[in-house]
């Protein structure tokens, strides 16, 4: 098999003579070609050295040697055709190879022949590596990611489309990636938009509405009614901390929030604060007891009501889950109602996010960050964060980017989603380390009395409110199987409901965009496996909101007048809403 990893130093050698001027980056063509055979033959080698069972390696070599073969044989014999293009064309239909240059080019042809061919190899042979189920799956991952990264789109001399451009452009597209690159490089990261189109409160959480309370840890902001009417109860948002609100609030027509408020809901939102050097010490009780149950007390004490209903996403979904069993086991029933998108609660099994974690690597944070740490607690900055997330999906959010912003010197256009992807968050090092490993490493949570936040013995079976829980079928933040098993611990009614697409683009789809479709099953039965509720679930399509806003509806309360001013009982503006801490930058 290594013999053959030598062929890419000979794919160097066709000139590509349907490339005018290709002869420019034959050699740098040939140095990168090499150093991506040097990576794949270590690769191999690893891999090897990792317990492959005997006899599948022996099949996984014998094909190897075979399709390198006869790559190698179709690579001579194109290389003396007299049309100039590879006659095997249309074998490419990998889309970082899209363009016709790919096909047109003999050199770029055969390396991105030889390098999907290595690919499947490598993806081959992690699928044999023997171990244990997390070790194996973290094998198949880190060759994942080697693979993405190793692809010859990547590489301005293995590029043919990104050549042809600097060729055209007399080097313009070239002089504009190094001006992207160096702007990223004072970033701190990866432009995945065009983050000077957005500004926050001027094109991005624009609903109208206040500040009515604050506190260290968030602002709470109201919003104007657009009705003249409200339901008598209103409903508390509380968003993920490990990202800005406004998520919730990206335009006026995909603003779940804006949604709400035409729905006739009076409507409250946490705006967490970014935290800085001075939030170092916060706990994950803090979050709870000084953030959610806070905001429950003056949504009530505002309105006037004894319950409220609430909804929560993603961490946003486990915090105030986490708060409301705190407070059930006060002998307190302040949620009407509970709406949990996307949102951990059995944290059994987590899709990819399960690699990262295990004994070592908590305690490594504990000891660098947590309580522990020997220079005391530390900040989680947002951007590692980011960049953990964007890694999930490298070639969507990271590597398509380094080519057209790179290489090709194209800016990313303007995109709404990904300005507030790129608004990184901290948090602090003692409440982080709390979250790891009390839920992703030791799933206590779940477990009635297990664990103890804010004084309290918590058991989120105790919250008598109904719950309508929200899963995506694409997400790989919060898997779907991971959302739904949340019907199967709290003890009240429930209704779940499957969305289409991700981990943001299921939640955020407006019901007058028509788009994407979503799943409702028949009855109420919420059986133990996920995959038999599906199979008795019926297909609807467009968007979930409608379904989720007639159940909300159902818990609301009478319609009265809508307040002629924000705030109230004590509590009264104090600056326009977005606010002043949605604004702070990691």
Not at 529 to 542: S, V
Request: with cysteine.
């Amino acid at each position: 098999m290594r013999r053959h990893m030598s062929a890419n130093n000979a794919a160097a050698g066709f000139t590509g003579a349907s490339f005018p001027g290709f002869e420019h980056w034959a050699q740098q063509a040939q140095q990168a070609a090499a150093g991506l055979s040097h990576g794949f033959g270590d690769a191999f080698k690893q891999l090897q050295a990792m317990q492959v069972a005997p006899d599948a390696w022996s099949q996984l070599q014998s094909d190897y040697l075979r399709q390198a073969s006869e790559l190698w044989n179709t690579a001579l014999a194109e290389s003396h055709a007299s049309d100039g293009a590879p006659a095997s064309a249309a074998a490419l239909k990998d889309r970082r190879f899209a363009d016709a240059s790919w096909n047109d080019n003999r050199l770029a042809h055969f390396t991105a022949q030889l390098y999907l061919l290595n690919a499947k190899t490598l993806q081959r042979m992690a699928e044999q590596v023997q171990g244990d189920d997390k070790t194996r799956a973290r094998v198949r991952f880190a060759v994942q990611q080697f693979i993405d990264a190793a692809s010859p789109s990547n590489f301005l001399a293995l590029n043919p489309e990104a050549q042809q451009r600097a060729l055209n452009t007399q080097g313009e597209s070239l002089a504009r990636g190094l001006q992207l690159l160096m702007a990223d490089v004072r970033r701190g990261h990866v432009s995945q938009t065009d983050e000077s189109a957005f500004e926050v409160g001027r094109n991005v959480a624009t609903t109208e509405g206040s500040v009515v309370f604050e506190n260290d840890f968030f602002q709470l902001l109201e919003y104007k009614p657009l009705t003249t009417k409200v339901h008598a109860r209103p409903l508390l948002m509380v968003p993920p901390c490990i990202n800005k609100y406004y998520i919730l609030d990206l335009q006026p027509e995909n603003s779940l929030i804006r949604h709400a408020v035409a729905q006739g809901h009076r409507t409250f939102v946490v705006s967490w604060r970014n935290p800085d050097a001075d939030c170092v010490h916060w706990t994950w009780d803090d979050y709870i007891g000084q953030a959610a149950i806070k905001a429950i007390d003056v949504v009530r004490e505002i309105a006037g009501t004894e319950t409220i209903n609430t909804l929560g996403f993603c961490v946003g979904g486990t915090i105030l889950a986490t708060a409301l069993a705190v407070l059930a086991a006060r002998g307190q029933q302040p949620a009407e109602s509970v709406t949990l998108l996307t949102t951990l609660i059995d944290f059994s099994s987590n899709g990819v996010l399960d690699l990262f974690i295990d004994e070592q690597a908590v305690k490594l944070r504990e000891m660098t960050l947590g309580d522990q740490a020997v220079s005391g607690p530390g900040l989680l900055k947002g951007q590692e964060l980011a960049t953990t997330f964007s890694f999930l999906r490298p070639n969507d959010l990271v590597w398509n980017y380094v080519v057209g912003n790179y290489l090709k010197g194209d800016a990313p256009p303007a995109f709404d989603l990904l300005y507030w992807n790129g608004d990184a968050t901290n948090l602090p090092g003692p409440m982080y380390c709390w979250y790891l490993r009390h839920t992703y490493l030791q799933n206590e949570l779940r477990i009635p009395g297990r664990l103890t936040v804010c004084g309290e013995a918590i058991d989120l079976g105790r919250i008598q409110a109904p719950v309508y829980i929200y899963g995506s079928r694409e997400d790989h933040i919060v898997p779907w199987d991971a959302a739904y098993r949340s019907t199967q611990v709290f003890k009240g009614r429930k209704r779940f409901v499957l969305g289409a697409s991700g981990h943001i683009a299921g939640v955020i789809n407006p019901p007058e965009k028509k788009k994407r479709s979503h799943w409702i099953g028949k009855g109420t039965a919420l059986p133990a496996d996920h995959q038999q509720w599906l199979q008795n679930a019926t297909e609807h399509p467009g968007s979930w909101w409608t379904d989720w806003s007639q159940w909300l509806a159902g818990h609301a309360g009478p319609l009265k007048a809508a307040p002629r001013a924000p705030g109230g009982r004590g509590h009264v503006a104090i600056e326009p809403a977005p606010g002043r801490y949605v604004k702070q930058r990691a």
